[in-house]
Every structure is written in C-alpha cells, then in structure tokens.
C-alpha cells in the first residue's frame, strides 16, 4: 500500500507558490533577487484595515469559533459589493467566507462535481485550476487559446470540446496568466453558450478592479439565470493576499452544501481577517484606484522593455497585473553557458543566472511562454527590465 495516496501523491506543488518561494530561499542567501513571480501586490495593506484588524484582535468574540459561512456583517457586505460590481441580485445568505479565493475555487470544484464530471478549462490557466478540479473528482478539459486570438477562447472551441459529461466552464476575465480581458459581448455570447447546455459556470473575478486602456470588467454571471458561481476575495483589490479572505457566491443550494464541506475541512476563517475584509469592503475605496493606476503605470513600462527584446513577443494585457510574452523565439539560445530547449530552463536560467523570478507557461497549460507578475515596486521593476535586457538583449 502506498504511503501517500494516489490523489495526492500526483499532484505537483502549485509552480507560482514555488517560485515565490525559491526566490525568498535566495534572499535568504543573500541574493538580490527581483521576483515578477507570484501575483502579489507589493503594496502593504492600507492603514484602516490593519487598524480594524487590530481592534478585532481586542474582541473576545473573536477569540471564539463563529458561523462557519462567514460574520454577517461580512457576508452582507460581500453581498453589496457582488451586487454592485457584478450587476447580480443576491442576498448575504448567498456568501461563503472561505480561506482566500483559492479556497473559493476549491469549494465550488468540491461541491460542483461528481466523479469524471467535465470542466472546460481556458488555457493558458491560473495553475491551480487543474488540480483543484482534480482533487474533486473532476477532469479539466483544457482549450488553449493562443496568442492570435488575445488569449481568448471561442464559441468554436467549445463546441469542439463539450459532451454531455460537460459539467462547468471556468471563467477568469481579467486573466491570470495573460492580461486578457473578454468584452461584454463575448461574455454574453459565451453565459448564454452555457446556459443553452445547462453548463455551471464558475466565475474567477478577482481581477475585477483592474481593467485599463478602456476595457471594461463585465460579470457572466450577471448574464446567467442560474448555474453560476462567483468566486472572489480581497487579496488583490485591497493589497491583502496573506489574510487569506475569499468568498464563493452562487445559488442558495450550493452554497448551503458548500458550507456545508466547509464545516468538516476549515470552519470559519479567522475572524481577525474577517473583520479586516469587513473594513476593506466598507471603508474608503481610494486605495483601489491607487494601485490600478500603479499597476496600469507599471504595465506599460513592462511591455515596453519586453517589446523590446529580440525573441519575446507580447501582446499589450489589458487586465489583471500580468504579462505572458510567447518566448519561443529565445530558446534554443545559450544564455549564461546553458543552451535553453524550453520555457522551464528559460525562467530557471533567468532565476539563476541574473536572480530574477518569473514563472514558466508550462504551469499555465502554454509552454513557449512565461509570466511576468507586474505587482512589484516601479524600482525593481525598472531594476529587472535591465537586468533582463542585458541577459536576453
Ligand atoms: N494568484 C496568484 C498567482 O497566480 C497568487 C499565487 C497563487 O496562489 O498561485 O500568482
């Protein structure tokens, strides 16, 4: 009998969480090491939110074990909020707090899916997705979507890959890993694609605040009667990704089971942190728009410096806080005394040799590419654009 379970046992560590953490090793070594690595906002949580957090901390009812779907005060205010910048109706018995979006995903995948049940997987995927519909006793469908088409899957594709074991589509627009963002017809024509085929979207839209050059954020759950489920969090929008606060919204069935499988896996998630996503919904909205414009600012600046290395072709992201240049062109080259045959040895030799971090397309389903996080400080990222145009250039 094995030691470790099969389910487990094959299951590679999440690759963004394992650069993030090669990279701090080397820190640790007392590298400079300049990470585009995981999507991290650079930014410290703002002051009020720290300080309600604090002031929780004081409270002994925060000491205690409290209702495993989240404060109400919380649930309420994630209701608004999804209400508001979805454009859905729910209500705050429609929420579940779960343990950052990650674990949002999770719950959907765990309560969605029965055995060999289908998801139709957009590639180039967020990483985790895959092995999140894994652990449920799922099978990812993967559709590549290439550069040709903005990272954009179409109708087209779909058609090609759904049967009628087809359970769920997921959904991430802002994308991670690409930047793309769909445009509200295409969201309409995609929500209505599934609804005609009673198909579960789940809807990753925790990109949702960052949007530039014009294009427009646009929920397909807003497009859908029933079969959706949002999933979302305060990392991103709120600089808050270590206070692990997520949520799953959807019908009022799923997340009664949801919350349910939460029971017996996390209970409530910490109320500390509760109270802080409490502060960050509620609270002034200022700081939002102040990271949107840094990272618009940044964005540019990247695609800039990428353009303009020889054998790095980018498109411009219009979303998200990331960059996925096609590489191809680079490999076969030796760089640093090393001839690179894919995009692994490409992000290991850039790591190694001039100590900056990104991540390889093969742990987003598209080798050929790698990612670049641009949710670092305008210094460093000016700092690694040279570092890398003396390396690559
Ligand atoms: N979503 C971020 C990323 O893709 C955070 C890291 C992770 O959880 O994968 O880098």
Redesign the pocket.
């Known amino acids: 009998m094995n030691r470790i379970s099969n389910r487990i046992g094959s299951i590679a560590p ?1 690759a ?2 394992a650069v ?1 953490a090669k990279a701090q090793q080397m820190r640790e070594a007392g590298h400079d090491v300049i990470s585009f ?4 906002p650079d930014f410290p949580t703002p002051d009020h939110i720290v300080a309600a957090a604090a002031k929780a901390c004081g409270d002994v009812g925060n000491h205690r074990y409290t209702a495993t779907p989240g404060l109400a005060d919380l649930r309420e205010a994630v209701a608004d909020a999804t209400n508001a910048n979805s454009g859905v109706d729910i209500s705050p018995s429609q929420v579940l707090v779960t343990n950052g979006g ?1 674990h949002a995903v999770f719950a959907a995948c765990a309560t969605l899916l029965d055995p060999g049940d289908e998801v139709i997987v957009p590639a180039p995927y ?3 997705y895959p092995w999140t519909i894994e652990l449920a006793g799922g099978v990812g469908v993967p559709v590549l979507a290439d550069q040709t088409t903005g990272f954009q899957v179409t109708i087209d594709q779909l058609d090609r890959v759904v049967t009628e074991r087809t359970k769920a589509l997921i959904f991430v627009s802002p994308s ?2 690409t930047g793309a963002v769909y445009s509200p017809e295409m969201v309409r024509e995609l929500a209505d694609w599934a609804s005609e085929r009673g198909i579960w979207v789940i809807a990753d839209e ?1 990109y949702e605040h960052f949007v530039y050059d014009g294009a427009e954020f646009s929920s397909i759950a807003a497009s859908m009667e029933d079969r959706w489920v949002i999933v979302n969090g305060v990392a991103k929008a709120y600089a808050m ?1 270590g206070w692990r606060v997520g949520w799953m919204v959807g019908p009022p069935d799923v997340i009664k089971a949801a919350s349910g499988f939460q029971s017996h896996s996390t209970s409530n998630v910490c109320n500390i942190a509760q109270h802080a996503a409490l502060a960050a919904l509620t609270g002034p909205q200022q700081s939002v728009t102040q990271f949107r414009e840094a990272f618009d600012r940044r964005r540019r600046t990247l695609y800039k410096a990428l353009s303009s290395i020889a054998g790095m072709d980018c498109i411009i992201p219009q979303g998200a806080f990331y960059a996925f240049p096609n590489c191809s062109g680079l490999l076969g080259r030796s760089l640093g005394g090393r001839t690179v045959s894919n995009t692994i040895e490409l992000a290991t030799a850039i790591l190694e040799e001039i100590k900056v971090a990104i ?1 390889p397309g093969e742990a987003f389903g598209a080798p050929g590419f790698v990612r670049f ?1 641009y949710a670092l400080s305008d210094h460093d990222l000016a700092r690694g654009a040279r570092r890398l145009a003396d390396f690559l250039g």
Do not use: A, L
């Open positions: 999440s963004t969480m993030s690595g995981p999507g991290e990650k967020w990483v985790s991670n890993p925790i990704p991540v996080s």
